[in-house]
């Protein structure tokens, strides 16, 4: 027969639909498998991707499903979309139009209401995983750094801080105090290379969150990012706001007196045993043999410190990526989701406050016991005790004796603190 010229190969530019490439078949044996330069399913994702189709649905006629959806109501993602849009939008190219800013601020909020991988977002947006990889982390810098100077912003003068201690005297019966303060891990993957370094003694590796909170449950001071082998004392130890209250450069009112009293107590954070016993940091009485007195001073310190422990407990419930362990390597990133996170909460709390906190922070009865909050109920949020600090200078003693002798007075005792332990 006449004889068959061999067939040019095809160029991409000649729209080949497929690339060859190799893989191998049960036999360990090499093959050559088509693959679609871009899957037929990822450009469908105007037609039938969540985004434009299932939360476009819930925003017109559900706005409470769409809320647990993506953790705010519409005219909140609409803000929020506003104030990230010029930081993430990107421009559109003559080969496809561009991921829109509505859509990357939608993927990211799902991820960190619900701690799914990037497989499974991919499959749900009709995206490529890593592209989803990619501007997850960059979005949530984005949340954190449009929210930060309004929401997370720590007290920089007398008067804020004061302000502060008026909420937790109102609020929880606890004088001169400007904040609780507590640490929480976060499990990672480890860096390539790290050993041993972001090992904590949960058995887990992970970087600490550590967080200052009010006496509404908004983070006033936060830091992430130390290695989780480090205790929360050795933490804070290292973080700006120990150094500024360390050297005074805080704007923290002079000692003030105790409300009733001319007793002169200085301005101070509550903590828990993990924590150095200073001047501007209180913690309990060690749990061994107390007197009465000493009790009541550690339930009366709980109570106001039992704040920082709900807003945790409140993050993780509404943002269930930090119950699991986050799966991108590079620890920048994940301080970014962290903070992203911590952000919205102060978000949400401000803007949709009795929605985002219904039954989730522990209340107290009418005989003033403790009824726990809803967070409580998850298992995973369940907090392991901690390693004791120790050391403690004699005047940081001398304020919390002072402050014990103060709450068994006429003019400092409460009702209710009588028979707690």
């Not at 299932?54 to 706005?63: D, G, K, S, V």
């Not at 290379?193 to 967080?211: D, Q």
């Not at 107590?265 to 903590?271: D, K, R």
């Not at 949400?348 to 016991?369: I, K, N, Q």
Request: charged content about 20%; aromatic content about 10%.
């Amino acid at each position: 027969g006449p004889h068959t010229p061999p067939r040019r190969p095809t160029a991409l530019s000649d729209h080949s639909p497929t690339l060859c490439c190799l893989s191998s078949d049960p036999f360990g044996r090499k093959v050559a498998l088509n693959t679609p330069l871009r899957r037929s399913w990822i450009q469908q994702r105007q037609a039938q991707g969540v985004y434009p189709n299932l939360c476009r649905e819930l925003e017109m006629n559900e706005p409470a499903d769409f809320r647990n959806f993506a953790r705010m109501f519409p005219a909140q993602f609409q803000m929020l979309e506003e104030l990230v849009r010029p930081i993430i939008q990107r421009k559109n190219t003559n080969y496809r139009d561009s991921i829109s800013g509505g859509e990357r601020l939608m993927v990211t909020l799902r991820f960190l209401a619900t701690g799914e991988s990037f497989q499974s977002l991919s499959y749900q947006f009709r995206m490529g995983v890593s592209t989803i990889r990619q501007f997850v982390p960059e979005t949530c810098q984005a949340i954190y750094q449009v929210l930060k100077d309004k929401y997370v912003k720590c007290p920089d003068t007398a008067l804020e801080w004061q302000q502060v201690a008026t909420g937790f005297l109102s609020q929880w019966n606890f004088p001169n105090c400007i904040g609780a303060l507590d640490g929480k891990h976060i499990n990672i993957r480890p860096p390539p290379g790290s050993g041993s370094t972001f090992y904590n003694y949960k058995h887990h590796f992970s970087i600490v969150l550590m967080a200052m909170v009010d006496s509404y449950y908004r983070f006033l001071y936060v830091d992430v990012g130390c290695q989780g082998r480090v205790s929360d004392g050795g933490v804070f130890a290292g973080c700006t706001l120990a150094d500024a209250l360390e050297n005074r450069t805080t704007n923290i009112p002079d000692p003030a007196p105790l409300p009733g009293s001319d007793q002169l107590s200085p301005y101070c954070i509550v903590a828990d045993e993990a924590f150095p016993l200073k001047e501007y940091l209180m913690k309990p009485y060690p749990h061994r043999g107390l007197p009465p007195a000493q009790r009541v001073f550690n339930y009366r310190l709980s109570r106001a410190r039992r704040v920082v422990e709900n807003a945790f407990g409140i993050l993780a419930s509404r943002f269930r990526v930090l119950q699991t362990t986050i799966n991108i390597q590079d620890t920048a990133k994940v301080e970014n989701i962290v903070l992203a996170c911590c952000a919205l909460h102060n978000f949400l709390r401000t803007e949709s406050c009795e929605v985002y906190m219904a039954d989730m922070v522990d209340r107290e009865g009418p005989d003033d016991a403790i009824l726990a909050g809803r967070w409580r109920e998850d298992p995973a949020l369940q907090q392991a005790s901690l390693p004791r600090a120790t050391n403690a200078t004699t005047r940081a003693k001398l304020t919390r004796d002072n402050l014990c002798q103060y709450f068994m007075s006429d003019c400092g005792a409460v009702p209710f603190q009588w028979g707690k332990d």
